[in-house]
């Protein structure tokens, strides 16, 4: 059973900066998508980032220049590496997974999640 588990999340002031790891167990696909999405209370799931097996990224147009999505020399690890962090950038930070090629940003293309971790910039 594949399982993602994020971690990095934590509390940091406006213009600070923060790395989100996403490790998925037991993903062994040669063709997929990883992606970050996230959700502010009160607020619907939205795509952050994603990152496919020939590491072609996209990025949400509020997060360009900011964030950056990678993946590890471990295997099976994404991460997304934060800078210049704002209020509105508070949310819980989701890692997801397809076994497919092709990237989107519908919560539907995706068929792993994980739990989250929570990112709360203050101002």
Not at 70 to 92: F, I, R
Not at 113 to 118: A, I, L, V
């Amino acid at each position: 059973q594949e399982h993602l588990v994020e971690s990095g999340g934590g509390s940091v002031e406006s213009g600070g900066s923060l790395t989100l790891s996403c490790r998925a167990s037991k993903f062994t696909y040669s063709t997929y998508c990883l992606a970050w999405f996230r959700q502010a209370p009160g607020k619907e799931r939205e795509p952050v980032a994603t990152i496919d097996m020939q590491d072609r990224t996209s990025y949400v147009d509020s997060v360009k220049g900011r964030f950056t999505v990678s993946q590890g020399n471990a295997e099976n690890t994404v991460y997304l590496q934060m800078n210049s962090l704002k209020p509105e950038d508070t949310a819980m930070y989701y890692c997801a997974a397809v076994s497919s090629y092709g990237c989107g940003t519908r919560l539907g293309r995706y068929n792993f999640w994980g739990q989250g971790t929570q990112v709360t910039v203050s101002s």
